[in-house]
């Protein structure tokens, strides 16, 4: 195992400082969703890690739409139980929001991503990752007038250290 991506290394710790920061401002405890988040985690990971090893040879967005398209069976059935009764009631912005997420934040970010992935190394890229609940809380801040606390900048700062040792790390 390499530093990098040791329990002790930076992203370890980087990992500890997010779970630590979601115990302590949501429940004061581990809930049933946290460790189905965490399962989410581990899958996710994984995808990347065999995504990213893919990516190498087939190229991102080849990657991305055979996993769209493996996917597509199990998730169908939920999306068909979800679906409203009626599509004419939805504002047009809904369908926007709709095209814009499917389209450009789960289909073509994602030809970036896995292209990233497979250039400069799962270990090292995915260290970004640890910064997205920072930054959905910035938007949060920005667009929504939510409030920011001690805590949470602090926290961010320590997870912002970890990813930045973490790229400057060796990896064996």
């Known amino acids: 195992m390499n530093g990098l991506a040791s329990p002790f290394g930076p992203s370890g710790l980087g990992s500890m400082l997010v779970v630590g920061y979601m115990v302590l401002q949501g429940s004061g405890g581990l809930q049933l969703a946290d460790l189905a988040l965490l399962a989410a985690v581990a899958s996710a990971a994984t995808g990347y890690a065999v995504g990213a090893k893919l990516a190498k040879t087939m190229g991102g967005w080849q990657v991305i739409c055979w996993a769209l398209l493996l996917a597509f069976p199990f998730i169908l ?78 926290c961010a700062l320590l997870v912002v250290c970890s990813v930045w040792l973490g790229k400057k790390m060796p990896i064996r």
Do not use: M
């Not at 992935?117 to 890229?125: E, H, I, K, P, S």
């Not at 260290?127 to 805590?151: K, M, N, R, Y």
């Open 77 to 154: 059935a939920p999306a068909l139980a979800a679906r409203p009764t009626s599509f004419v009631n939805f504002p047009v912005e809904v369908y926007g929001c709709f095209l814009y997420l499917a389209l450009v934040s789960q289909l073509l970010a994602f030809f970036v991503w896995y292209k990233g992935l497979a250039l400069g190394g799962v270990a090292r890229v995915s260290q970004a990752q640890l910064l997205q609940p920072f930054i959905t809380i910035t938007a949060s801040v920005t667009l929504l007038g939510e409030s920011l606390d001690t805590p949470t900048i602090l």
